[in-house]
Nanobody, 126 residues
């Protein structure tokens, strides 16, 4: 069973950058699709980005396209979310999630993912 642990959140100013990490144990991420989601106070969880570890296929929400980038570290079994040009509306708890890769399908709904991290807070001040 895959276990995920996020890190890298914090308090930054608008325009700054942060890199979130999602470290996996209990299984190789080569066989999984990784997703990033976020949830702001009083709002529903929303899709941020996803990628197929083995196929290299990526998908981004329109709100973060061009600013956020997913990458992987094969040696450390870790996924990263590089967030540039952060805006106050990016403030949320960010979660990484994983599901077994089937045909490089990249779901944008959280219910499709089986494994979740505990979340890391990102706060962007104006």
């Amino acid at each position: 069973q895959v276990q995920l642990v996020e890190s890298g959140g914090g308090l930054v100013q608008a325009g700054d950058s942060l890199r979130l990490s999602c470290a996996a144990s209990g299984g190789s991420l080569r066989f999984y699709v990784m997703g990033w989601f976020r949830q702001a106070p009083g709002k529903e969880r929303e899709f941020v980005a996803a990628f197929s570890w083995s196929g290299g296929v990526t998908s981004y929400a329109d709100s973060v396209k061009g600013r956020f980038t997913i990458s992987r570290d094969n040696g450390k079994n870790t996924a990263h979310l590089q967030m540039n040009s952060l805006k106050p509306e990016d403030t949320a708890v960010y979660y990484c999630a994983a599901k077994v890769n089937i045909g490089n399908n990249l779901p944008q709904v959280g219910s499709a993912y089986n494994y979740w991290g505990q979340g890391t807070q990102v706060t962007v001040s104006s």
